[in-house]
Protein backbone atom coordinates (compact mmCIF):
# COMPACT_ATOMS: atom_id res chain seq x y z
CA UNK A 1 0.00 0.00 0.00
CA UNK A 2 2.29 2.55 1.13
CA UNK A 3 4.80 1.78 -2.33
CA UNK A 4 1.26 2.53 -4.20
CA UNK A 5 1.62 5.44 -2.26
CA UNK A 6 5.01 6.79 -2.80
CA UNK A 7 4.62 6.39 -6.43
CA UNK A 8 1.53 7.90 -6.75
CA UNK A 9 -0.80 5.07 -7.71
CA UNK A 10 -4.16 4.57 -6.81
CA UNK A 11 -5.54 1.86 -4.74
CA UNK A 12 -7.76 -0.76 -5.94
CA UNK A 13 -11.78 -0.22 -5.90
CA UNK A 14 -14.04 -2.49 -5.26
CA UNK A 15 -16.96 -1.70 -7.06
CA UNK A 16 -20.05 -3.83 -4.44
CA UNK A 17 -23.07 -3.66 -6.91
CA UNK A 18 -26.69 -1.78 -7.32
CA UNK A 19 -28.55 -0.15 -4.23
CA UNK A 20 -31.70 2.26 -3.96
CA UNK A 21 -31.29 4.73 -1.66
CA UNK A 22 -33.73 7.45 -0.35
CA UNK A 23 -31.41 11.09 0.39
CA UNK A 24 -32.53 13.60 2.27
CA UNK A 25 -33.83 16.64 0.45
CA UNK A 26 -31.53 19.10 3.26
CA UNK A 27 -28.45 18.75 5.52
CA UNK A 28 -28.98 17.94 8.97
CA UNK A 29 -26.07 20.01 9.84
CA UNK A 30 -24.09 22.57 8.89
CA UNK A 31 -21.36 22.51 11.27
CA UNK A 32 -18.95 20.52 8.81
CA UNK A 33 -16.46 22.74 6.66
CA UNK A 34 -16.08 20.51 3.94
CA UNK A 35 -18.98 18.36 3.18
CA UNK A 36 -22.75 18.43 3.81
CA UNK A 37 -23.99 15.75 5.79
CA UNK A 38 -27.45 14.26 4.60
CA UNK A 39 -29.66 11.57 6.01
CA UNK A 40 -30.08 8.47 3.85
CA UNK A 41 -31.91 4.99 3.88
CA UNK A 42 -31.46 2.38 2.13
CA UNK A 43 -34.67 0.55 0.25
CA UNK A 44 -32.94 -2.37 -1.92
CA UNK A 45 -29.82 -3.21 -3.46
CA UNK A 46 -27.78 -6.08 -4.58
CA UNK A 47 -26.62 -8.92 -2.40
CA UNK A 48 -23.43 -7.91 -2.47
CA UNK A 49 -24.05 -4.28 -1.38
CA UNK A 50 -26.45 -6.07 1.09
CA UNK A 51 -23.40 -8.01 2.57
CA UNK A 52 -21.21 -4.52 2.81
CA UNK A 53 -24.62 -2.16 3.80
CA UNK A 54 -25.35 -5.07 6.20
CA UNK A 55 -25.81 -3.20 9.08
CA UNK A 56 -26.94 -0.06 7.69
CA UNK A 57 -30.93 -0.76 8.18
CA UNK A 58 -30.11 -0.81 11.92
CA UNK A 59 -28.46 2.39 11.89
CA UNK A 60 -28.80 4.20 8.54
CA UNK A 61 -27.05 5.82 6.57
CA UNK A 62 -25.24 9.28 6.43
CA UNK A 63 -24.57 10.60 2.50
CA UNK A 64 -22.09 13.38 1.66
CA UNK A 65 -21.28 15.96 -0.50
CA UNK A 66 -18.57 18.55 -1.15
CA UNK A 67 -19.15 21.98 -0.06
CA UNK A 68 -19.44 24.65 -3.06
CA UNK A 69 -16.82 28.12 -2.13
CA UNK A 70 -19.15 30.44 -0.78
CA UNK A 71 -18.97 33.60 -2.75
CA UNK A 72 -18.33 37.06 -1.57
CA UNK A 73 -20.82 40.37 -2.23
CA UNK A 74 -21.36 40.94 -6.01
CA UNK A 75 -19.63 37.50 -6.99
CA UNK A 76 -21.19 34.92 -8.76
CA UNK A 77 -21.45 31.33 -7.47
CA UNK A 78 -21.16 29.73 -11.08
CA UNK A 79 -17.77 31.38 -11.73
CA UNK A 80 -16.81 30.84 -8.08
CA UNK A 81 -17.61 27.41 -8.15
CA UNK A 82 -14.34 25.21 -9.42
CA UNK A 83 -15.15 22.47 -12.18
CA UNK A 84 -14.32 19.64 -10.38
CA UNK A 85 -15.77 19.95 -6.77
CA UNK A 86 -18.22 17.68 -7.23
CA UNK A 87 -16.05 15.57 -9.75
CA UNK A 88 -15.87 11.13 -9.37
CA UNK A 89 -12.17 11.19 -8.35
CA UNK A 90 -12.62 13.83 -5.66
CA UNK A 91 -15.15 11.63 -3.91
CA UNK A 92 -12.73 8.40 -4.66
CA UNK A 93 -10.07 9.97 -3.05
CA UNK A 94 -11.56 11.17 0.16
CA UNK A 95 -12.31 7.62 0.01
CA UNK A 96 -8.80 6.30 -0.25
CA UNK A 97 -7.66 8.54 2.43
CA UNK A 98 -10.30 7.17 5.40
CA UNK A 99 -9.34 3.69 3.76
CA UNK A 100 -5.74 4.26 3.71
CA UNK A 101 -6.00 5.58 7.77
CA UNK A 102 -8.01 2.74 8.29
CA UNK A 103 -5.45 -0.01 7.56
CA UNK A 104 -2.82 1.45 9.29
CA UNK A 105 -5.49 1.71 12.24
CA UNK A 106 -5.52 -2.21 11.88
CA UNK A 107 -1.46 -2.62 11.90
CA UNK A 108 -1.80 0.10 14.95
CA UNK A 109 -4.29 -2.27 17.28
CA UNK A 110 -2.47 -5.45 16.60
CA UNK A 111 0.63 -3.55 18.67
CA UNK A 112 -1.76 -1.87 20.93
CA UNK A 113 -2.85 -4.97 21.65
CA UNK A 114 0.22 -6.62 22.45
CA UNK A 115 0.89 -3.78 24.92
CA UNK A 116 -2.60 -3.99 26.29
CA UNK A 117 -2.99 -0.40 24.87
CA UNK A 118 -6.48 0.56 23.38
CA UNK A 119 -7.87 -0.08 20.07
CA UNK A 120 -9.36 2.47 17.39
CA UNK A 121 -10.73 2.31 13.77
CA UNK A 122 -12.15 4.75 11.34
CA UNK A 123 -16.35 4.56 10.31
CA UNK A 124 -16.38 2.85 7.11
CA UNK A 125 -16.59 4.80 3.45
CA UNK A 126 -18.34 4.03 -0.03
CA UNK A 127 -18.94 5.97 -2.50
CA UNK A 128 -21.96 6.17 -4.15
CA UNK A 129 -22.92 7.44 -7.65
CA UNK A 130 -26.54 8.33 -8.34
CA UNK A 131 -27.70 8.49 -12.00
CA UNK A 132 -25.78 7.55 -15.27
CA UNK A 133 -22.19 8.22 -15.83
CA UNK A 134 -22.54 11.31 -17.80
CA UNK A 135 -24.82 13.37 -15.35
CA UNK A 136 -24.58 11.37 -12.22
CA UNK A 137 -23.86 12.78 -8.72
CA UNK A 138 -21.32 11.46 -6.44
CA UNK A 139 -21.87 10.86 -2.72
CA UNK A 140 -19.71 9.65 0.19
CA UNK A 141 -21.34 7.07 2.39
CA UNK A 142 -21.02 6.26 5.74
CA UNK A 143 -23.07 4.37 8.42
CA UNK A 144 -25.21 6.76 10.44
CA UNK A 145 -23.09 6.49 14.23
CA UNK A 146 -24.32 7.44 17.27
CA UNK A 147 -22.99 10.09 19.96
CA UNK A 148 -21.42 13.28 20.13
CA UNK A 149 -18.19 13.88 17.68
CA UNK A 150 -15.08 15.33 19.61
CA UNK A 151 -12.58 16.61 18.31
CA UNK A 152 -8.97 15.79 19.77
CA UNK A 153 -6.67 16.38 17.33
CA UNK A 154 -6.43 19.11 13.83
CA UNK A 155 -4.21 20.11 11.26
CA UNK A 156 -3.33 23.22 12.47
CA UNK A 157 -2.01 22.57 15.70
CA UNK A 158 -4.64 21.82 18.32
CA UNK A 159 -4.67 19.00 20.87
CA UNK A 160 -7.46 18.18 23.09
CA UNK A 161 -5.93 17.81 26.47
CA UNK A 162 -9.37 17.14 28.32
CA UNK A 163 -9.97 14.04 27.70
CA UNK A 164 -6.61 12.84 28.54
CA UNK A 165 -7.26 9.34 28.92
CA UNK A 166 -9.04 8.97 25.86
CA UNK A 167 -6.76 11.59 23.90
CA UNK A 168 -3.31 9.36 24.74
CA UNK A 169 -5.01 6.60 21.94
CA UNK A 170 -5.70 8.89 19.45
CA UNK A 171 -2.33 11.08 20.03
CA UNK A 172 -0.09 8.14 19.54
CA UNK A 173 -1.58 6.73 16.83
CA UNK A 174 -1.22 10.23 15.03
CA UNK A 175 2.54 10.33 16.16
CA UNK A 176 2.79 6.34 15.01
CA UNK A 177 1.22 7.06 11.39
CA UNK A 178 4.14 9.57 10.40
CA UNK A 179 7.23 7.26 11.92
CA UNK A 180 5.56 4.13 10.42
CA UNK A 181 5.52 5.46 7.05
CA UNK A 182 8.56 6.87 7.10
CA UNK A 183 7.56 10.26 7.03
CA UNK A 184 5.20 9.96 3.74
CA UNK A 185 1.86 10.09 5.75
CA UNK A 186 0.49 12.16 9.12
CA UNK A 187 -2.94 10.85 9.96
CA UNK A 188 -4.51 13.99 11.58
CA UNK A 189 -7.50 16.48 11.54
CA UNK A 190 -9.27 13.58 14.16
CA UNK A 191 -12.87 13.50 15.68
CA UNK A 192 -14.19 10.59 18.36
CA UNK A 193 -17.54 9.45 18.95
CA UNK A 194 -18.59 9.84 22.59
CA UNK A 195 -20.28 6.69 22.56
CA UNK A 196 -17.05 4.64 22.35
CA UNK A 197 -15.67 6.11 25.37
CA UNK A 198 -17.30 3.11 27.95
CA UNK A 199 -14.22 1.83 28.97
CA UNK A 200 -15.43 -2.23 28.28
CA UNK A 201 -15.32 -1.19 24.51
CA UNK A 202 -11.87 -1.56 24.68
CA UNK A 203 -12.29 0.65 21.35
CA UNK A 204 -12.67 4.49 20.43
CA UNK A 205 -14.39 5.32 16.71
CA UNK A 206 -12.68 7.43 14.64
CA UNK A 207 -13.47 9.98 11.86
CA UNK A 208 -11.37 11.62 9.50
CA UNK A 209 -12.59 15.01 8.21
CA UNK A 210 -10.53 16.99 5.32
CA UNK A 211 -8.90 15.49 2.29
CA UNK A 212 -7.93 16.54 -0.91
Given at each position: ???Q??Q???????T??A??????P??FSD????????YAK????S??????L???K??????K????P?P?????RQ?????N???K??????ME?Q??????????????R?KGG???????I??F?A?????????SM????P??W????NNY?????E?E?Q????H???H?T?H??G??L?VTD??V??A??PQ?L?Q?LL???G??
Open positions: MLEIRLRGLEIKIGACLKIASPRGMIRWPFLVHCPAAAEARDSAFGLVARFKDIESGQDELKPKIHSQRYFSQVSVAAALAQEFNQISEKEIRFAPAVAGTHSDGMYFEKELGLIRFIGYINKEEAAAIAFSWYRTGLLLLSDSFQGQRMFGP
